[in-house]
């Protein structure tokens, strides 16, 4: 069964808008990791946030990640085209094993 | 620097008919995975390895074969094709398991 559950499933904004991107999860974790996924390619790992961490940042990405509700978020900052894509939620718990969620689609008007 | 590489990339294939997917891995990482991809599941893990000769049952092993005679390979068969297997397999590699999976650019499996 899934551990990460994203919402909203589908995004749609304008391109250069902020695009925010929530993930919800049930059990303990080592950490939470987000991926992209291309149409049609494989995932990328875009930024991993370990379980005694708040707040990450990479670029334009900022991941916060609250412990006490289980739950994480991705903010895409002046999107672009390019940010067209599927973003995946993946927690890792002490298995060595990953449990990805169903992804939330973006999409990047120009 | 090939990194993940899967092959072949499309397959096509009958019912009852046995498949195998090849990953290979240039990183020399210990851990490697196998998810596969349906619409409305996300990735679901299938099998995974820590090492040669390691291997243990993901969320939904039913159907299919690993085997990791060396590390950099991690071949995935399905032992007799249904329908229901039918989806894109991707295959990741990570160094220590519980940090960046990377993965490959997935097969498309069509079962007939």
């Known amino acids: 069964s899934q551990q990460g559950e994203e919402d909203p499933q589908a995004l749609s904004i304008q391109e250069g808008e902020n695009a925010t991107m929530n993930c919800s999860y049930k059990t303990s974790i080592n950490n939470l990791q987000w991926y992209r996924q291309n149409s049609g390619r494989g995932l990328v790992h875009l930024i991993l946030i370990r379980s005694n961490e708040r707040e990450k940042h990479s670029g334009r990405l900022r991941v916060t990640l609250d412990t006490s509700k289980k739950s994480s978020s991705l903010l895409i900052t002046a999107s672009r085209a390019a940010d067209t894509a599927s973003y995946f939620c993946?927690?890792?718990?002490?298995?060595?094993?990953?449990?990805f969620g169903a992804g939330t689609t973006v999409t990047v008007r120009a | 620097d090939a990194g993940i590489t899967q092959s072949p990339r499309y397959k096509i294939t009958e019912t009852g008919r046995q498949v195998t997917l090849m990953c290979h891995q240039t990183w020399s990482h210990s851990y490697m995975f196998w998810y596969r991809q349906d619409l409305g599941h996300g990735l679901r893990l299938i099998y995974y390895s820590a090492a040669a000769d390691i291997t243990d049952k993901g969320e939904v092993p039913d159907g299919y074969v690993v085997s990791r005679s060396k590390t950099e390979n991690f071949p995935l068969t399905l032992e007799s094709a249904t329908r229901s297997q039918t989806s894109v397999y991707f295959c990741a590699s990570s160094l220590t398991g519980l940090e960046t999976q990377y993965f490959g650019p997935g097969t498309r499996l069509l079962v007939l």
């Open positions: 993946a927690t890792g718990s002490n298995d060595y094993k990953l449990s």
